[in-house]
């Protein structure tokens, strides 16, 4: 007979509701454990309990090294979305640039404004940052496909030199069991030539 299905909603009974918190409280840190060990990733677990109580869990890192982590690629988000909403309210690249060019053409130049020049500056900061960021996410993800690639080629480079481990020590027990010195048939010793690969 199976497990009946379990209907999500609060247990009344404050003692059930106690014990059904301690197990599955176990069971989600053991099963973020799991996962960590079999991934190769590092977890953080927080829970609050209903009396305020905080229990924690990191595997992989400690806690302070994973939320350090998780603080600063939270600022990066948000500094994207910020520039994500400065880059919804100003013109294009393109068209920000031939708009300063005609501004600053020198029949115009006395008829810009002080606060039109802070404008035109803080549109291209944004825009300036906006390309760097992309770029920067750009060679980003070069530098993680070039790490990639190293890993296989190391790999690959264990694999051939295992092989090549493996063709000497062969070679080596083929002249051992031919012996050290031949002789042809007239009599006369042979030279033994070296191995080649040491």
Do not use: W
Not at 60 to 72: C, F, H, L, T, W
Not at 143 to 161: D, F, G, P
Request: charged share 30%.
């Amino acid at each position: 007979m199976g497990r009946r299905k379990v209907e999500i909603k609060r247990i009344e009974n404050k003692s059930r509701r106690q014990v059904t918190f301690s197990k599955r409280r176990k069971g989600l840190i053991e099963k973020a454990r799991q996962l960590s060990v079999l991934c190769e990733s590092s977890i953080a677990v927080l829970v609050v309990s209903g009396s305020g109580k905080l229990y924690n869990s990191a595997s992989g890192d400690n806690m302070s090294k994973i939320i350090d982590r998780y603080e600063v690629q939270r600022a990066d988000e948000l500094k994207a979305l910020e520039l994500a909403e400065k880059i919804r309210n100003y013109l294009p690249h393109k068209e920000l640039l031939e708009i300063v060019q005609s501004k600053l053409e020198e029949p115009n130049v006395d008829t810009v404004s002080v606060d039109s020049l802070i404008s035109m500056e803080e549109q291209l900061e944004t825009a300036l940052s906006v390309i760097r960021a992309k770029k920067t996410e750009l060679m980003m993800e070069k530098v993680k496909s070039l790490q990639e690639t190293e890993m296989l080629l190391r790999e690959e480079n264990q694999i051939l030199a295992s092989h090549s481990q493996l063709g000497k020590n062969t070679f080596l027990v083929t002249e051992g069991e031919r012996g050290m010195s031949r002789e042809n048939g007239s009599g006369n010793k042979v030279p033994e030539t070296l191995a080649l690969l040491k």
